[in-house]
């Protein structure tokens, strides 16, 4: 049955390995003449505009990284609005030569292609009808794509009563052509880094507005894709959000007949690439007793370590910035300068990217290698985080500089970098306890431990850029250390070339997040 299997996910994993002979004769080149237009727009609805002087979010960045709770707050639209905005929303623009325009969104995105989309099931939210809505961050606006409550309909879809009494749910999908017109099949790894990365933006946020976020990873995907009128072969649900105070249960909606909105065509023409369609079958669930059995478990015990230990700093309590200040200076570094960072720097990243998430699963599916340069305080060398001890085990010190660049497909920036994070995961133990969706997790929760590695980073006086990578190349680096390990993301930390800072969108300088 798909979502119990396993052997899909492994096959796909090897299928789209990165190795300096497939990247060399991949032939691959991008075609900009149907390069996906950044934003999903609803043609038949009409647009809801949003508030633009937000709710407070004033939190500091590591408090709410490490889970620190506002009271509780009723939803109402102004806090859904600022949730949405530190999320997913634009918030500024940078023009290049020939006059090309380029808007940057509160959360990375692998090339910057945004492929992932944001739903809101609302329920019980001040100022805003019950139904199915739909965030464009490009006109900051909602459109209304149902007029019935459908959170009992997710509810049911997830195998989880407690999501139907929830204010709303955010429902996260991803666009596969946003993303494969650059990376291929391979691009099924980047929905849930990409989505990680957001998801880390809404733990944060939401848990700063007061909103106790909730993440659900298991559902009946083909009863989800139904609600939100996605269409599976383009589109797919990852990941739900409860959101607000819990209420009395969502009305049953009863059978919610098919939607087909019309929408604005991404490009003039489209490449399928059946492996990503095939993974994303692979790892659906199809009942609700399914996703009853997929779900719970627990996290691989951690591995034992071998090597010495080099103590860390406890990790900075206070970023100094507040959350909403620190998304929106945040923007992937593109140059890393040569001055190093502190072992305080480090040690909080580590931690910061290392902390549980409220979610239907366990954390702790990934473990972090590094490769330090220049780290003041931690000599350079390849090295284990040992999150229980907060400390690194040492694998081999030395100078990795260039080894760094080559690892990362030989970018330079991994190698200016003054540490990277490589994500590595035990992806055979993990398929044997949660079949082909397995692999969703173990690459969802990269993406979200990059994501809070980023938040810290910008939360202080340093940058990150996610990366990618020679798949075995970083196995066999880090042994014996990483024996039964696959390798799944990589994120560069260091200090970032200083530019001029783009202006803050027009349209968004008259937003106000307090």
């Known amino acids: 049955m798909p979502g119990n299997d396993g052997t899909a996910a492994r096959r796909f994993h090897e299928r789209t390995t990165h190795t300096?002979?497939?990247v060399r004769t991949s032939g691959h080149a991008l075609d900009w003449d149907v390069k996906p237009f950044p934003f999903k727009v609803y043609t038949d609805r009409p647009a809801i505009e949003l508030p633009r002087s937000f709710a407070p979010a004033?939190?500091?960045?590591?408090e709410a990284i490490a889970g620190a709770a506002a009271p509780e707050a009723p939803l109402d639209l102004e806090r859904l609005a600022a949730l949405l905005y530190l999320a997913a929303g634009v918030t500024r623009k940078k023009v290049y030569g020939q006059g090309v325009e380029v808007l940057f969104r509160a959360a990375a995105s692998?090339?910057?292609l945004y492929q992932t989309e944001v739903y809101v099931a609302a329920g019980e939210v001040a100022g805003l009808a019950p139904g199915l809505y739909h965030f464009c961050p490009g006109d900051f606006t909602l459109r209304r794509l149902r007029d019935e409550d459908v959170r009992g309909a997710l509810a049911a879809a997830a195998a989880d009563p407690a999501l139907a009494r929830r204010a709303a749910t955010i429902a996260l999908t991803a666009i596969y052509w946003r993303n494969t017109w650059k990376y291929q099949a391979r691009g099924f790894r980047h929905l849930f880094w990409d989505s990680g990365t957001m998801l880390a933006n809404v733990i944060a946020a939401g848990g700063a507005l007061g909103l106790g976020p909730a993440i659900v990873t298991g559902f009946v995907d083909a009863d989800a894709n139904h609600v939100l009128g996605v269409d599976a072969q383009?589109?797919?649900?990852l990941e739900l959000v409860g959101i607000g105070p819990a209420g009395a249960p969502a009305p049953d909606p009863g059978p919610l007949p098919a939607i087909a909105h019309e929408i604005l065509p991404l490009s003039s023409a489209e490449v399928d690439y059946p492996a990503l369609r095939e993974m994303v079958e692979a790892s659906r669930l199809e009942t609700p007793a399914a996703v009853r059995a997929w779900r719970g478990g627990a996290a691989p015990a951690p591995r034992p370590a071998a090597g010495a230990r080099v103590t860390l700093p406890a990790p900075r309590a206070h970023a100094g910035r507040t959350l909403a200040e620190t998304i929106q200076r945040r923007g992937s570094t593109r140059q890393f300068a040569?001055?190093?960072i502190t072992s305080d720097d480090l040690a909080t990243a580590l931690w910061a990217a290392t902390r549980p998430v409220p979610a239907d699963v366990p954390s702790g599916l990934v473990e972090l290698f590094l490769i330090v340069n220049a780290v003041e305080g931690v000599a350079p060398g390849a090295y284990r985080y040992l999150p229980h001890e907060h400390a690194l085990e040492t694998i081999e010190a030395g100078q990795f500089r260039e080894r760094a660049g080559f690892l990362c497909l030989e970018q330079p920036i991994a190698a200016a970098a003054a540490a990277v994070i490589f994500f590595l995961a035990p992806l055979d133990a993990l398929i044997a306890r949660w079949g082909d969706r397995a692999y969703r997790l173990a690459n969802l929760e990269a993406g979200l431990a990059g994501g809070r590695a980023y938040l810290a980073a910008y939360g202080g006086s340093f940058g990150a850029s996610g990366l990618t990578f020679y798949d075995r190349l970083v196995?066999?680096?880090?042994?014996?250390a990483s024996a039964?390990?696959?390798?799944?993301f990589v994120t560069a930390l260091g200090q970032s070339v200083r530019a001029p800072r783009p202006p803050i969108i027009d349209r968004l300088s008259r937003a106000r997040v307090e």
Do not use: H, N, Q, Y
Request: glycine residues 6%.
């Open 20 to 22: 300096p002979a497939s």
């Open 475 to 480: 196995v066999e680096f880090f042994a014996p």
């Open 58 to 62: 004033t939190m500091d960045t590591l």
């Open 338 to 340: 040569p001055t190093p």
């Open 234 to 237: 383009r589109e797919t649900t």
């Open 110 to 112: 692998t090339g910057a």
């Open 484 to 488: 039964g390990l696959d390798a799944i």
